[in-house]
């Protein structure tokens, strides 16, 4: 899933080519806006944590674009590619 601000950085063109350059295949994409709901449901393991009704209100700012993925090890392709949650721990150039 792409989350709002690449939604919103208009980045989602450059992401989409970057897993398709790593041999990836874009097999679905759908332009979603996430409820809060959803958001709370998707989140739920952060539910106790402080930071969650920021998370929720983020993920519910702005269309997030969901996608489905196929490819040879494409979980961690992506992850690769996308680097770590922590922006501290992530190699440079991942989204």
């Not at 393991?45 to 920021?54: L, T």
Request: net charge negative; proline share 5%; charged share 25%.
């Amino acid at each position: 899933m792409m989350k709002p601000d690449a939604v919103q950085r208009r980045l989602m063109g450059k992401i989409l080519s970057r897993f398709e350059e790593k041999g990836l295949q874009i097999v679905a994409c759908k332009l979603i806006q996430i409820d809060e709901d959803l958001a709370k449901t998707h989140y739920g393991e952060h539910a106790e944590k402080p930071f969650f009704p920021s998370l929720v209100e983020y993920i519910t700012s702005s269309p997030s674009l969901a996608m489905v993925i196929e490819g040879e090890e494409a979980i961690t392709t992506i992850r690769k590619l996308v680097g770590a949650t922590n922006p501290l721990e992530a190699d440079l150039g991942t989204t």
